[in-house]
C-alpha cells in the first residue's frame, strides 16, 4: 500500500481540529490502515497530572493517543510552547526561531514507518512563522515543503461559509491539492446548520469526508464510523514523492 499524507488545517483557530484529526486518524486505523500523527508546532500548555510544575500539551498528547503507530517524541513534535498566543509570538518570547526544515525531516523520517501521516498545523492556513514575510515564514510554506494534500477542518458556526471559500483558496493557489473538508458542528445553536452544511458541499471545490456532531467529549467509535475512508483514500494522492524523494 502507497504511503499516503495529509496537512490537516482549519478555517481558524479553536475549530476543533485538533479532534478533528484524531478522529480521522481512529478511522483510518479501524479501517486497518497504519497511521502516525505529527503535531509540530504547539502553543498553550496545562499543567501535567501531578502538578510539580511539569507542563503538558493537549494536542501533542492527542497525536500520540491517536496513531496506532508510535513515532518517537522528537518526530510527533517539534517546537512548543507554554503561551498559548500566535506560534510566532511565542517564539520570539522564547527567544527561538522558527524553521520548517526539522518539520520536513521528521515527517520523512515517519513516512517510512506508516500508510498515513497526518500532520496537524497550528491555527488557520497562513499562520506566521516568522516576524516578516519570506521563504517558509508560515504554515502555508510548511504545508508546501511537505508537498501533502490538505485536508481542511470547518468549524460550523456563523461565518464559516466565507472561512472555509476563502482558505480553499488558499490551499490552491499554493499549489496544493484539496483532499477533502470535514465539518466539525462547534456551535449546536448554529441557525440553519444542514443548509449552511448543503452550502459548503456545494461550494467547496473538494468532496465533503465527514459531519461530527456536536460532542463535548468525543465517543471515539461513534465520531470516527461518520468519517468517509473511500473519499479520503480517492482524495489523498500518494505522498511518497513529498517526503521520500
Known amino acids: 500500500m502507497a504511503m499516503h499524507g495529509l496537512f490537516v488545517t482549519g478555517t481558524d483557530t479553536g475549530i476543533g ?11 483510518l486505523g479501524a479501517a486497518g490502515r497504519r497511521v502516525g500523527v505529527m503535531k509540530p508546532i504547539a502553543s498553550g500548555a496545562c499543567e501535567a497530572p501531578g502538578g510539580a510544575g511539569a507542563l503538558s500539551w493537549e494536542d501533542i498528547d492527542s497525536a500520540v493517543d491517536a496513531a496506532n503507530v508510535p513515532l518517537p517524541a522528537h518526530w510527533v513534535n517539534q517546537y512548543r510552547f507554554a503561551e498559548p498566543v500566535a506560534p510566532h509570538l511565542a517564539a520570539r518570547q522564547a527567544g527561538a526561531a522558527l524553521d520548517i526544515a526539522p518539520i520536513v525531516e521528521a515527517a520523512r523520517s515517519a513516512a517510512a514507518r506508516v500508510d ?3 500532520v496537524e498545523g497550528v491555527g488557520g492556513f497562513c499562520v506566521p512563522l516568522a ?23 470547518v468549524g460550523l458556526r456563523l461565518g ?7 482558505t480553499a483558496e488558499a490551499v490552491q493557489r499554493r499549489g496544493l491539492v484539496l483532499a477533502g473538508w470535514l465539518g466539525n458542528a462547534i456551535d449546536p445553536a448554529l441557525a440553519r446548520a444542514d443548509e449552511v452544511f448543503d452550502t459548503l458541499e456545494r461550494w467547496l471545490p473538494a468532496p465533503c469526508v465527514g459531519r461530527l456532531a456536536h460532542a463535548p ?3 471515539w467509535s461513534v465520531a470516527s464510523a461518520q468519517v468517509r475512508i473511500d473519499r479520503l483514500d ?12
Open 160 to 166: 464559516c461559509i466565507n472561512h472555509a471559500l476563502l
Open 217 to 219: 467529549v468525543p465517543d
Open 131 to 153: 516576524d516578516r514575510p519570506g521563504p517558509g515564514a508560515d504554515t502555508a510554506a510548511l504545508a508546501q515543503a511537505l508537498g501533502f494534500p490538505v485536508l481542511l477542518v
Open 116 to 118: 498515513w501521516l497526518l
Open 17 to 27: 481540529k485538533t479532534r478533528s484529526c484524531a478522529v480521522v486518524a481512529r478511522a
Open 234 to 245: 480517492a482524495g489523498a494522492a500518494p505522498a511518497a514523492t513529498a517526503v521520500r524523494g
